[in-house]
């Protein structure tokens, strides 16, 4: 198994310092790595300048990338530019893009996450009309806004959290703070969800002052949880308090990935609720993750 960091924007033949960690668990874990140019990637869209580092493979090898967030059409291109050096990613384009947008894995979770519904827009001549007809089936509920692939919780008041579905003011104001804050980077359109109550956290988030709740994140390697961690870096719950991942087998052994995550939250009654699916590649590991443990996992040792 390889595996596929991200070099310094500025130094290309040193790991990119948010993943320096990462690249000595590995390491130790008995795993090569090689460098991307994330920047020639996704800012320059030179794919083969972003892969010069990436020696050719004299026989074919599977490959995991670990680094930072790629839209389907990005990973559509490194996938097929790593094939021509004979690097196999491990999940193929489909199998990411299932993974990453909500809408490609929601008929997998329907039953075990909150009620969502979704549009698909580039950003450009919202249909408030339209927007306000798909959201009565929420008779005025509270909302979670996100696109196919992740929400701004950062902007938890301005571009996340609608109080009432049924307020087309609030609605408005919350999709086109959204829409600011992602430019033309917005993906595949908006999503939806019902606000769900989760058990909080003592702790609000340092800088954005976003509520938190017992959140908890799997790894699962070819369907197999290799991996549980704090979905957030606070010291208020322990893995001890994570529920145990086979209780949602039924859902991830129809998850059609090789390596991906499922994030699940505990309700106010004690319950566990799934929120989402993603692919393991571009998911973050919490400052308290055993990154020895992690990649050890992934190396089979």
Known sequence: MLIIFCADPVDQETPDAMFIDEVAAASRAGLRYVLLDY???TEQKNIARAVREVPVQD???TAVYRGWVLNPPQYE????ALLSRNIRLINQPQQFRHAQHLPESLPIIRD?????VFMETDGDDISYTTVMQ???R???AALFLRDYARAERQYWYQACYISSSSDETAVRNTINRLLELRGNKLEGGLVFREFVEFQPLVEQHSRYRMPLVKEFRFFFLHHQPIATVHYWNTPDHSLDEAPDPAQFAAVTEQVRSNFFTLDVAQRLDGTWMILDLGDAQVASLPDMTDLDDFYRAIAGV
């Open 134 to 136: 798909l959201l009565m």
């Open 138 to 140: 929420f008779s005025g």
């Open 59 to 61: 026989d074919q090898e």
């Open 39 to 41: 920047e020639a990637l």
């Open 77 to 80: 291109a490194l996938y097929d």
């Open 112 to 116: 075990h996450t909150p009620e969502t």
